[in-house]
């Protein structure tokens, strides 16, 4: 039954992403395993009404993806060789309404996002670091691929990120102008471009649409550019068209980290991170032509205190929302504030300043805006006047057990992504008036879950309210309980999830606890502020009461619980180790902070040092390492680089030398390690996720239950 839990879970058919345009195309990417059942791909569909329209397939992977107004779509895919395999970049490609799709370019590292708007399509591309354009591009690339060299030399913070090394290349905001009929024989070669390839062999070329599916949503392509005018065709040595050919725009100083492209395709705002004096990888905010016919105006200059990201443009141009953090530091807890600017004027009014919930507004028209957030477990819909001093609630909040997720407007209704801990992805409209949710086409699985969900409230040292979630299996019980800290800090238990997916535990005939402790977001500034500034204290000490409520009730068996964590969760599992003496039978951690000192001078994180100097001699885990008493489980994965490998090898040593915990009859340790070498801060392979799970199972099997736990033959 649990292997079988695993599998359901892992193997169901995932929405991976929505685009829609504002005449109200939806289109959605839909990630399943591959034919060996090894890895994701992604194919993409359109939501028409009631029927769900197949716009790619066969084995190719689908990355990234642009609606047109037209009905055309853009998107980039891996063509597959005669020898099986996906060519190293994707190839631009575009699909009309009727007929094949036609690849308009390819190049060198290929290509990340991608935006329709206007006549112009804009792509995010990684160009060399040392090219103007991409015909040095492909030329400098080729040297360095031709020399072998593998190294970068870095000038700025960081010098990678959650789970990929930065550099040698640079991200580049790239523009395309698009032909006025893209699909006739006579819509080809830009001035001075020449031909270079044509289709693979299997008719995947430029009259055919490729194969298609892609990685999961985790697994996405780097940002890349336009075809070198020399390279071979992975796939082919027959001639190919390059049909677009992209121009590089002048950034501002710094690393390109955010855009927002108007509809018109003129202007984009665009973050670009730098360091300088005091200020360590802070993003300044521009106002960018995509002309290039004016120099990029600067909006908003980082400072020490904070800075500030772009939303969407206005409908008719004037205005943006843009978002205001309030960094984390010694003396500030976290604040997130959205903001309407005036493009003309330079200045900014604070979006529904009564409404105390973090959130990211979209515009429904030039006088409304909508937005979600998390919202006491649950997620919230919003709708207000632009200059309103707080929004409706249009839908979700209290009462129901959905969250909203990836909030756009099609032809005058929302477009959202909804979920809830028992509920898997799937595509919804949201009447902008009623705030009436109606299911839309789901090409996606449903994922049954087993047993039942319900709620568990305390009351926090300080007299908070606090609330969790609990999972319970089927049966009367007595269950044991497996409790499950959320990662972030900023977070909350309130949507699906495929990592730690409360699933298969269930399944197992564990009740699964999620509590929202102290720095849970949808419960108001305040409750962040309670535990910022104390890792440690009250999120730790909500957790305990959250869990003596639970464990005082008839179903949960009070004497076989086990606690678990990753991330910020996992610096909770290592803290409640060392805190808890044996009041848990074993801890699980993943990707866990293990010494909070350490963790600041090696993580790609630029906020947490110095946010941390205070905390460091209260809150450091490893600085109860005698204390731990339990077994202990530590999950990591070497290209972690949010939570680097280091904090995993030393928790490993310190139980090793340190703690307190009995060791077994041979007098050898009952900690494990579960180590991935390929994998990063999220476990995200097919095979190496369902290892995970069977892991994490055995182990507690093996300390809550006493069963014997057969190791999988996959782990050798």
């Keep these: 039954m649990t292997r079988e839990s695993i599998e359901t879970l892992l193997d169901a058919s995932r929405l991976s992403g929505l685009e829609t345009t504002a005449r109200g195309r939806v289109l959605a990417t839909v990630a399943r395993p591959d034919a060996k059942g090894t890895s994701y791909r992604r194919t993409l569909v359109e939501l028409d009404g009631e029927r769900i329209l197949p716009l790619t397939r066969g084995s190719a992977s689908i990355g990234s993806v642009a609606a ?192 927002t492209v108007d509809r018109a395709g003129e202007r984009a705002l665009v973050a670009m991170s730098d360091s300088r004096g005091d200020l360590l990888a802070a993003s300044d905010l521009y106002l960018l032509d995509l002309t290039g016919d004016t120099p990029p105006r600067l909006l908003r200059e980082a400072t020490a205190q904070g800075e500030h990201s772009p939303g ?144 568990v409230t305390a009351t926090a040292e300080d007299g908070t309210a606090l609330r969790a979630w609990l999972r319970l299996p089927d049966g009367e019980g007595p269950h044991p309980l497996v409790v499950f800290a959320h990662g972030g800090p900023w977070g909350s238990w309130n949507a699906w999830t495929y990592r730690w997916n409360p699933g298969p535990f269930v399944a197992a005939g564990y009740a699964v606890l999620l509590p929202d402790p102290a720095i849970s977001t949808g419960y108001g500034q305040a409750m962040i502020e309670r535990g910022q500034h104390e890792l440690g204290g009250a999120p730790y000490t909500d957790i305990m009461a959250l869990t003596d409520a639970t464990v005082a009730r008839d179903d949960i068996d009070e004497t076989a619980t086990a606690f678990a964590g990753g991330s910020y969760g996992g610096y909770m599992a290592n803290w409640v180790a060392g805190h808890t003496g044996e009041r848990f039978r074993c801890i699980v951690t993943h990707a866990s902070l293990w010494d909070t000192e350490s963790m600041g001078h090696t993580t790609d994180n630029a906020g947490w040092e110095r946010s941390m100097r205070a905390q460091n001699q209260l809150y450091n885990p490893k600085a109860s390492v005698a204390e731990i008493r339990v077994p202990m489980l530590v999950i990591h994965g070497d290209k972690d680089y949010r939570v680097p490998i280091a904090q995993g090898h030393a928790l490993w040593y310190d139980l090793h030398e340190f703690s307190a915990t009995p060791r077994d009859e041979q007098g050898r340790t009952r900690h494990r390690y579960l180590y991935f070498p390929d994998e990063g801060h999220w476990i995200l392979g097919r095979g190496n996720a369902q290892v995970w799970y069977e892991t994490f199972l055995g182990f507690l099997d093996e300390h809550v239950r006493g069963a014997q736990w057969e190791r999988p033959a996959t782990l050798g």
């Design 68 to 259: 047109a107004e037209d009905g055309t779509t853009f998107f980039t895919a891996k063509r597959v060789g005669e020898d099986g395999e996906e060519a190293e970049d994707a190839q631009l490609w575009a699909l009309p309404v009727r007929g094949e799709a036609r690849e308009l370019a390819s190049r060198t590292g290929g290509f990340g996002s991608l935006q329709v708007a206007g006549n112009r399509l804009i792509a995010v591309l990684e160009v060399h670091s040392q090219a103007a354009d991409e015909t040095e591009h492909a030329e400098l690339t080729g040297e360095r691929t031709k020399a072998k060299v593998s190294a970068a030399l870095h000038a700025e913070f960081p010098t990678r990120y959650w789970d990929h090394d930065l550099g040698p290349t640079r991200p580049v905001l790239a523009v395309a102008e698009l032909p006025e009929d893209l699909f006739s024989a006579e819509a080809t070669l830009p001035p001075g471009a020449e031909e270079v390839g044509a289709g693979s062999e299997d008719g995947a070329g430029a009259a055919s649409a490729p194969d298609a599916d892609t990685p999961s949503a985790a697994v996405a392509e780097p940002p890349s550019a336009d075809a070198d005018p020399t390279a071979e065709d992975p796939a082919s040595d027959a001639p190919r068209r390059q049909v677009l050919h992209f121009r590089h725009l002048a950034l501002p100083p710094g690393r390109l980290r955010e855009v």
């Design 312 to 455: 969407a443009f206005s409908p008719d141009g004037t205005r943006a929302v843009i978002v205001r953090e309030q960094h984390w530091s010694g003396e500030a807890a976290l604040d997130v504030h959205a903001e309407v600017l005036d493009l003309a004027t330079g200045e900014s009014t604070d979006v529904w300043p009564e409404l105390d919930r973090w959130v990211h507004p979209e515009w429904l028209d030039d006088s409304t805006l909508v937005a979600t957030s998390d919202d006491q477990g649950r997620g919230a819909v919003w709708s207000g006047a632009v200059d309103a001093a707080a929004p409706r609630l249009l839908t979700g909040g209290p009462g129901q057990d959905l969250a909203f997720s990836s909030l756009s407007v099609a032809g005058g209704r929302l477009i959202a992504l909804a979920s809830g801990i028992s509920v898997a992805p799937h595509p919804v409209r949201i009447d902008p008036v009623t705030g009436e949710v109606t299911a839309l086409p789901n090409p996606a699985d449903e994922v049954p879950q087993p047993g039942t969900l319900t709620e």
